[in-house]
């Protein structure tokens, strides 16, 4: 190919490859301005999201899941809850103490509750005095209710018989664990007490047995021993749930015949 007719190809040639190099610097610019642009529109919102105090909950660094709220006691529940941890001195305890101040005494019935106002010392130093001559006179002395949660006073209130059936009304302080007081129930006639006279006699199952064979596999605190017609009813409370339960226990075999459950 002859010089003149390579200029003359390469004239075009060279003018085409300068438009091809100069549309791709344009384009590239463009790109790079509108990246710009784009970059420049996203920074400002991503800065003030970060920024602002009230973002949403899921941004914010305190929008952890909220940790639910333990149930709700009922009236009962809460006062066991109240009652219960108040009480130093266990059923078992304040039984012996309040069968000790009646001669010959057997327990009938007992219940974790609180003090009535009027279980006071001189009210107890009366009643004992003629109660008993086995309850000693520091028994006596001492017998001014504890203060307890609220200024009230945990107490067994707690029904020994004698042997001929005549019931006492015996309040222990839950606390000290001293007799608050000791009167006999006025309110018995002779047949009330030959009545209750056969049914402890009937009763081959002490109290002590009874409480046993019905936490054997219940564990909990018991607030409450009582002698029906044919069963000893005990009162176990789960201090987890503060929920009660009743056993009845047989009167003449260690067995529990039935239970509930008070979740109220």
Do not use: F
Not at 134 to 153: E, K
Not at 212 to 228: F, H, P, R, S
Not at 232 to 258: A, P, Q
């Amino acid at each position: 190919m002859s010089t003149s007719l390579r200029h003359r190809l390469r004239g075009p040639a060279v003018a085409c490859l300068a438009a091809s190099c100069a549309l791709l610097l344009a384009a590239c610019g463009s790109e790079q301005k509108e990246t710009t642009t784009t970059s420049a529109r996203i920074a400002p919102a991503q800065t003030e999201s970060t920024a602002s105090p009230s973002g949403s909950p899921s941004a914010s660094p305190s929008a952890s899941p909220s940790v639910s709220a333990s149930p709700r006691l009922t009236d009962d529940q809460a006062e066991r809850q109240r009652l219960v941890p108040a009480t130093k001195v266990t059923w078992d305890k304040a039984t012996q103490t309040a069968v000790a101040a009646v001669p010959q005494g057997k327990l009938v019935e007992t219940e974790l509750t609180w003090a009535p106002p009027n279980a006071t010392a001189s009210g107890s130093a009366t009643a004992t005095a003629t109660a008993s001559p086995s309850v000693s006179a520091d028994a006596s002395a001492s017998a001014s209710p504890s203060a307890g949660a609220g200024g009230r006073t945990p107490a067994w209130h707690t029904s020994v018989a004698t042997s001929d059936g005549t019931l006492h009304d015996v309040w222990v302080d839950g606390v000290s664990g001293k007799v608050i007081s000791d009167k006999p129930d006025a309110d018995q006639d002779a047949e009330d007490k030959q009545e209750l006279a056969d049914r402890l006699k009937r009763a081959t199952v002490t109290p002590e047995q009874a409480v046993q064979t019905a936490t054997q596999d219940n564990k909990g605190t018991v607030t409450a021993v009582e002698l029906d017609d044919d069963t000893w009813s005990v009162d176990v409370v789960d201090t987890g749930n503060w929920d009660k339960t009743t056993y009845e226990v047989s009167t003449t075999e260690r067995r529990v015949l039935r239970q509930e459950v008070d979740r109220d």
